[in-house]
């Protein structure tokens, strides 16, 4: 069952923060994040697997809360090139029923 | 570049013809995923390779076929084609059966049918 994301879409100015949400009606094995620029391949930016954890790198980081269901993928001070759409992806089990959400589309503006 | 190679870029064709989409995973990768976006669209997942197997089908059409070969290649063959079929299709690797290590993405063919 695929995982719903929100919001739909965001416009940011530049150096400002974003939190896309992402969260399904299963429990969650592990939850993914993809950035794709238009045009071009998805980009795997992390994976977050059960047990509540935060991942993040320069200042995009990511939380996952297990008992809800939910995964957050925090963008700090936002720059140009973090413009694009951003899915989640979702597996109930190890290996099997993965899933990608819908996606949400980020626009940076100067 | 990922590492995940998918020729060719670029296709149209005709509707009612055959087109087969070739995908070379990355280094060491034993899965290979293909998914179809339709413009401005989410990720659609058709099926699943793992080292020559067939592991999970998705919204796949009875039109198109796949398969995974002994040197880890997999072509993406779709027949009748429809106008609707227009889209991009990617392939995506992984290391092991599952996405538990993330999917590398090719860059994707775009198919035009007119």
């Known amino acids: 069952q695929q995982p719903v994301q929100s919001p739909q879409a965001v416009i940011l100015r530049e150096g400002e923060d974003a939190v896309i949400n992402c969260s399904s009606s299963?429990?969650?094995?592990?939850v993914h994040w993809y950035r794709q620029k238009h045009g071009e391949a998805p980009v795997f930016l992390m994976i977050?697997?059960?047990?509540?954890e935060q991942k993040g790198h320069d200042k995009i980081s990511a939380s996952f809360n297990e008992k809800k269901q939910q995964s957050s993928l925090y963008l700090t001070a936002s720059q140009l090139s973090y413009s694009g759409t951003y899915f989640c992806?979702?597996?109930?089990?190890?290996?099997?029923?993965?899933?990608f959400g819908p996606g949400t589309r980020l626009s940076v503006l100067p | 570049d990922s590492g995940v190679t998918q020729t060719p870029k670029h296709l149209i064709t005709a509707t009612g013809q055959r087109v087969t989409l070739r995908c070379s995973p990355r280094?060491?990768?034993?899965?290979v995923y293909w998914y179809q976006q339709s413009l401005d669209q989410g990720l659609q997942f058709l099926i699943q390779?793992?080292?020559?197997?067939?592991?999970a089908k998705g919204n796949i059409l009875e039109r198109f076929s796949a398969q995974q070969f002994p040197d880890l290649h997999s072509e993406l063959n779709l027949s009748s084609l429809e106008l609707g079929d227009s889209a991009l299709y990617f392939c995506?690797?992984?290391?092991?059966?599952?996405?538990?290590?993330?999917?590398?993405f090719g860059s994707g063919t775009r198919l035009t049918v007119v």
């Open positions: 977050l697997l059960k047990g509540g």
């Open positions: 995506a690797s992984s290391e092991q059966g599952s996405a538990n290590y993330g999917y590398t």
């Open positions: 299963k429990a969650l094995y592990s």
């Open positions: 280094s060491g990768d034993l899965s």
């Open positions: 390779y793992y080292n020559g197997e067939e592991r």
């Open positions: 992806g979702t597996e109930d089990n190890y290996g099997q029923n993965f899933v």
